[in-house]
């Protein structure tokens, strides 16, 4: 049973075969030296901590602009409530 990879039969190139291999290998991206591989996880783990960290501080703005918007509501209605002086209609204030 004849071992082919990509393509070429690797038994009967021998030597030439194996060196041509690594080479299309390399040169494809199939095969990168450990320390660019290193380097890859590194920055890998680097944009997952700060993903993290962007939507926990996202979260928190999430939660503050809730709070904000029901405090702008209660004092809408607040305002909305009061008499109002020299008008003879009342009109009403979009709260949205």
Known sequence: MPAELMGINVAQGGAVALLTLV?????T???????????????????REAHTESEAA?????????????????SAHALQALPRMGFEEETEVDVR
């Not at 080479?23 to 040169?27: Q, Y």
């Not at 991206?29 to 944009?47: Q, S």
């Not at 996202?58 to 918007?69: D, M």
């Open 23 to 27: 080479v299309l290998m390399v040169l």
């Open 58 to 74: 996202r979260a928190s703005e999430r939660a503050q602009t809730q709070e904000l918007l029901e405090l702008s509501r209660t």
């Open 29 to 47: 991206g199939r095969l990168v030296p450990r320390r660019t591989y290193d380097d890859l996880l590194k920055e890998r783990d680097t944009w």
